[in-house]
């Protein structure tokens, strides 16, 4: 009896080690990765600007310091700039501002307001060029690039001129014309423009006045006089001669030796 109950309990506990399930060891939850730094993004390099190459090039802004009849006198970063008419130029205010360019044998006058920038006046000049593809236009050249003009109303006050003839007429916003005038410049460099100017000036001449610190080029624009403490060496009559101008940086190039001579300012000459 005795060992028939002992063949049973060892039965019981057999069944039951056998009916326990089995637990696996969980594998430990695995060390966090740390995440890898963001790779640090460097900062736009500025876009490169194309060095001016066109001569004769100017690009200036000026303000109206004084008038007179049919001539108005701009103050610019690097001296004075002179615009005179005999049809045009009789409403310029002091709250207007100029800007000025020259491409080789074109120019832009634009006068706008200051505050909003709204334009009054825009002239252009240069050889007149026929639109090739649309009758009643004229080929320009402009800050942004050739343009087309259209002759609108003014057909009849073209009749005297022919294709590339020395011509300046005034354009609305659309570009259409509305004014055939008149208008010269002067200008005089007697200062380095200060640091960061709006200023893009590329002109080369002859030597062709020497008068007390001034230095007279005659160059595809007209007369253009120098002070020469812009950085203008001795220089004789007759010396061909290059100013580039960028931004507040002045160079001076003479063709015939290539010696230049550059200097930087952050102030005007007084």
Same mark, same amino acid.
């Given at each position: *009896? =005795?060992?028939?109950?002992?063949?049973a309990?060892? $039965?019981?506990v057999?069944v039951?080690?056998l009916?326990?399930?089995?637990?696996?060891?969980e594998?430990? $939850?695995? $060390?966090e !990765?740390?995440?890898l730094?963001?790779a640090?993004t460097p900062?736009?390099?500025?876009?490169?600007?194309d060095?001016?190459t !066109?001569?004769?090039f =100017?690009?200036?802004?000026?303000?109206?310091?004084?008038?007179?009849?049919?001539?108005?006198f701009?103050?610019?970063?690097?001296g004075?700039?002179?615009l005179?008419?005999? %049809? %045009?130029?009789? &409403?310029?205010? $002091?709250?207007q501002e100029?800007?000025?360019?020259?491409h080789?044998r074109h120019?832009v006058v634009?006068?706008?307001?200051?505050? &909003?920038?709204?334009?009054?006046h825009r002239?252009?000049?240069?050889?007149m060029t026929?639109?090739? &593809?649309?009758?009643g236009?004229?080929?320009?050249w402009? /800050?942004?690039?050739d343009q087309?003009?259209?002759v609108?109303t003014?057909e009849?006050?073209l009749t005297?001129?022919?294709?590339?003839d020395?011509? %300046?007429v005034?354009?609305?916003?659309t570009?259409?014309i509305?004014?055939?005038h &008149?208008l010269?410049?002067?200008?005089?460099?007697? +200062? %380095?423009?200060?640091?960061?100017?709006?200023v893009?000036v590329?002109?080369?001449?002859?030597?062709?006045?020497?008068?007390?610190?001034?230095?007279f080029?005659?160059?595809?624009?007209?007369?253009v *006089?120098?002070?020469?403490? =812009?950085?203008i060496?001795?220089?004789?009559v007759? +010396?061909?001669?290059?100013?580039?101008?960028d931004h507040?940086h002045v160079?001076?190039t003479?063709?015939?030796?290539?010696?230049?001579?550059?200097?930087?300012?952050?102030?005007?000459? /007084?």
């Amino acid at each position: *009896m =005795i060992e028939t109950l002992f063949y049973a309990f060892c $039965a019981g506990v057999l069944v039951f080690t056998l009916l326990v399930p089995v637990l696996a060891e969980e594998p430990s $939850a695995p $060390a966090e !990765i740390p995440s890898l730094p963001a790779a640090e993004t460097p900062p736009p390099t500025p876009a490169p600007v194309d060095p001016v190459t !066109i001569d004769p090039f =100017i690009e200036l802004r000026g303000s109206v310091w004084r008038t007179k009849a049919g001539i108005v006198f701009l103050k610019t970063p690097i001296g004075l700039l002179t615009l005179t008419s005999k %049809t %045009t130029l009789k &409403d310029l205010k $002091a709250s207007q501002e100029v800007r000025f360019w020259v491409h080789e044998r074109h120019s832009v006058v634009e006068i706008r307001n200051r505050i &909003d920038g709204s334009l009054v006046h825009r002239y252009l000049s240069g050889p007149m060029t026929s639109g090739t &593809d649309t009758p009643g236009t004229l080929l320009w050249w402009g /800050p942004d690039g050739d343009q087309t003009v259209h002759v609108g109303t003014q057909e009849g006050r073209l009749t005297n001129y022919s294709e590339g003839d020395p011509l %300046t007429v005034e354009v609305d916003e659309t570009n259409t014309i509305n004014g055939v005038h &008149d208008l010269q410049y002067d200008l005089q460099v007697n +200062q %380095t423009p200060p640091a960061g100017a709006d200023v893009q000036v590329l002109l080369s001449g002859t030597v062709s006045k020497l008068k007390s610190s001034f230095v007279f080029v005659r160059t595809p624009v007209g007369l253009v *006089m120098l002070n020469s403490k =812009i950085g203008i060496p001795r220089v004789k009559v007759g +010396q061909p001669l290059t100013l580039h101008i960028d931004h507040e940086h002045v160079t001076v190039t003479f063709p015939a030796d290539e010696t230049s001579t550059p200097r930087r300012s952050t102030s005007p000459i /007084p």
